[in-house]
């Protein structure tokens, strides 16, 4: 059993006491409760994660993984990897879903001859990064944690150190309130109720409603709640950034045959870039940013057409994709436009084909095309007196480098640091004073991230000829400068 629904008598009036509540069990979250109960300065704390859907998916692709890949697929930097080997929940991973790939192809769909390879073998180190599905990261973590709890019940009686958390699934936050507007409330607060609160005043802490009627009042609030954190809301932090008017359509596929190049492939397109990723044997994944009609023709054509249509916007002419388009938004089974592909394909030299364009794509895995609103931003700060934000709360960025979970996997380290210092100094882990140096080292990166992840975005989606010719320009040079190009390796590997 993962979780240990804990029916106390406690009713509103007497909010459960805990020291960090997390809401949110998405990876961000699972990350942040599986890092505090492995640091040795940190699992003494008592803590909540509390996620409004059910997490029974997730703990069954352990033990019973589907045979087909599901379709959240991230790009992990090493980095990450390595964070979550530091935390002992990768060990719980199903490697075999997992696929290192050590390449990018990216080109531009305005200026064939605009290409940038980079490879990660030619600056001495083997994999430039990951694909892996957001699943097996959660349902490692909960594993993980799992394991936490079995060694802390046989050691409950001799070893007081640990103490103990909850996951609170299915079950949501209906309210966040500050404690001024609960004092009454706390006036009726069972005295004989174990304070972990010694020598403190609660009445700054806040106070977390849950949809079964229960509430928390945390010495700690952690929004791991995704790019509409309610937490964040609740801090009254401001959130800055736009929406691209763009979807990303994301889909498993499937190659002509396992491709032994383990590379991934970029193509911008003015409607903006469509990417294939490389997974086990002849599995792909693909994300295709687009606009929002062209994402809902990519949803409802038909399942036979749909690898052919990726096939083409890999290789084909903007007007030829264009018309192609026109065509299907008619008719979304219209089958006449294999023959459109296939010729305009037949045009290219097969040599030309095999080496510079990705294989094509053969199968479309049923049920696996989904569109997510591509949105770019930033919090003005993560922290707020007895707050932090972790995640997509904190910040949402374009998918092109890969970056969004990442992101938030280096969230985590910087608060854990933070929030460790703040304890072996005897402080209390809600004041900014601790909380301050998580905002220092985490923001800036992310800030750096974000814009350079934007202007990419603006540069490419565009057929505005000065830009285009000026971006090939800059792509050519990419290839014959090595340390601009190692910067953009840097980027989706993380290192
Ligand atoms: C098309 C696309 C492609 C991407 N590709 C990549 C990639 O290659 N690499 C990469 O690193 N990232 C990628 N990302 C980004 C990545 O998916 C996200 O950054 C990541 O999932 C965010 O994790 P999180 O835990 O912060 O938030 P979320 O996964 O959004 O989790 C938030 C959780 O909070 C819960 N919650 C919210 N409100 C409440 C409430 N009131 N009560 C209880 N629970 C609540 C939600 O149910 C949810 O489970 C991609 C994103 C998109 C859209
Ligand atoms: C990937 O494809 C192969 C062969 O087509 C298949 O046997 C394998 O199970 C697939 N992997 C996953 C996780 O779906």
Known sequence: MFVRFVRSLATQATPKLQDVTIIGGGPAGLTLLTALKTSPNLKHLKCTLVEGFSLNKVRDFYLDPPTDYTNRIVSLTPKSIEFMNKLGSWDYIHEDRVKDYDGITAYDSQDASARMLLDITSIGQDTLASMCEVINIQSSLLARLEELKQVESDESNTDASSAGFDILDGTKVVEIVSPAETLVDLENHDLNQPDPTVGNSKLDWPVVKLSNGESIQTRLLIGADGYNSPVRKFAEIESRGWAYNRFGVVACIKLQYEDFRSVGWQRFLTTGPLAILPLTEDNATIVWSSTPQLSELLLKVNEAIFPHLVTAGMVLEEVDLNYIYKVLEKDPNDFSVLKEIEWRLSKFKARDLEENYPLPVVELVPNTRARFPLKMSH???????????????????????????????????????????????????????????????????????????????????????????????????????DDVKGVMMKMISGR
């Open 379 to 481: 919090a003005d700060t993560y922290i707020a007196p007895r707050v932090a934000l972790i995640g997509d709360a904190a910040h949402t960025i374009h998918p092109l480098a890969g970056q969004g979970l990442n992101m938030g996997q280096t969230d985590v380290a910087a608060l854990i640091n933070a929030l460790e210092k703040g304890v072996s100094r005897g402080m209390d882990i809600g004041s900014t004073l601790v909380l301050e140096e998580y905002v220092a080292n985490a923001w800036p990166g992310n800030h750096v991230l974000l814009g350079a992840c934007d202007k990419l975005h603006k540069i490419f989606s565009t057929d505005f000829y000065p830009l285009v010719v000026a971006r090939g320009l800059g792509m050519k040079s990419l290839n014959y400068f």
